[in-house]
């Protein structure tokens, strides 16, 4: 393609450019519940969709007009997404499952106008959700910019999720970011199973707009066995995900191998060893790695065809982003090379505010409450959460350093550390575990003997207690403040 002729390197010129050079080029695609594609959106289609919706919302709100978006994946969801930012809205995203009570509490925060919905769910004025593959003739131009911005709810894992705003730029430079780390083309067929809602999913919406790749779309989300199955038929090319998700398409996997996968990468949470192992196993490729947040979108990238690549590491910073790891007690002190720390970001695609509360930051660096380092090679691991640091006498454990060494236990196949609050001034610690299915009962001597040559004393769990699941997010994070009640 001609220098003349390149795409722009942000989402809806991107789109504008698609639909004009390659308009009968698939835009979107939908994968129903029993893996068969149905519902196919060129980009000529999109385009047309996405303009009449934005003529429509400029006419009914003013430009910074906060406005819902309710909805599962699918191609609604991009267009009504797509055309709030083209009105220059700025578009709340709600996750499906939210209840109305949950919804509501964060469209009020928000101030929002109305919902965008399948069904009338709130008091608020309803948009419909529904939408025609429209081919005849749009309103002429689009914008070149993304002029409005997304409001995204925090994970939220302790207390009330927090309600960041992502502007234009900000969203400009993640969809560029992250199509360029993936090495995205109009050729790729990327997998949409992860919420659209949450900050990755929409950040890979962007992403593959910019590339002019097509999105294959899993409403349903990622569990049982169509989407292995049309995975196993060469339906995509991507397939970006989260350790759950990995997790279930390994589990469902039985001889067929997914065909034609040229990169798979997970995000939300850390990959266990074992996962990674199993992945390579059932599919023959060796699994990436993305570190992100809701407040500054995709920061890193491992790509495994990197060869500087560690299955340990986040991967490297992304352009334009810089990292430091800082002291905990005293942010404005830098530590050194290879020092555990907080991991402070700065980034192009980093949110301009929260709706609710101050932004943590140092030196223009958000202070993301992750622990990590970096090596000497740029690559950025991330060691624990500062906030879920379990004191026992005086000592720091990290729960995730101990929660990985019970993951290489055979019989493990996922596990969660807590305190055990026994008075006032003691505390131990207690590990929840879900069994291997069909793997030998293990007892809390066995389990202790494994761990004690890898934990000092201080870290080893005092009791041991099976437990069916653990509680995770949709987006695979543990929800540690649920974890009382097991």
Known sequence: MSPANAPPA???PALRHWSEHTPRSLALRVIDNDGREHQPWTYRALAHS???LAARLAADFPPGAPVALW???GPEHVAWLLAGFTAGLRVLLLHPLLTTHEAE???????????VSAATRTTLPHLSLSLANDLSD???AMTDRAVGSAILLSSGTTGLPKLARRDGPSLDADGASLAAAASLTPDDRVLAAVPMSHSYGMDLTLAALVAGASLHIRPGGFEGGALHRYLADGGVTVVPGVPLMFAALARDSGSA???GVRLAFSAGSPVPPRLSEDVRRHWGITLGHLYGATELGAVTFGNPGDPRFSPASVGFAMPGVHFRVVDPADHARELPLGSEGELAVLAPSMLCEYLDGPVPLVDGHFLTGDLGRLDEHGRIYVTGRLKHLIDIGGLKVNPAEVEA???QHPAILDCALAPLVLSDTVTKLRLLYVPVDDAPAVSAPDLRAFARSRLAPYKLPRTYQPVPTLPRSASGKLLRDLLGAL
């Not at 509490?105 to 919902?115: F, K």
Request: with cysteine.
């Open 10 to 12: 942000a989402a809806l």
């Open 50 to 52: 996405v303009q009449r």
């Open 71 to 73: 909805a599962e994946n």
């Open 105 to 115: 509490a964060a469209m009020r925060r928000c101030g929002a106008r109305a919902v």
């Open 138 to 140: 749009p309103p002429n």
């Open 257 to 259: 191998r997914p065909s």
């Open 405 to 407: 060494v019970f993951e």
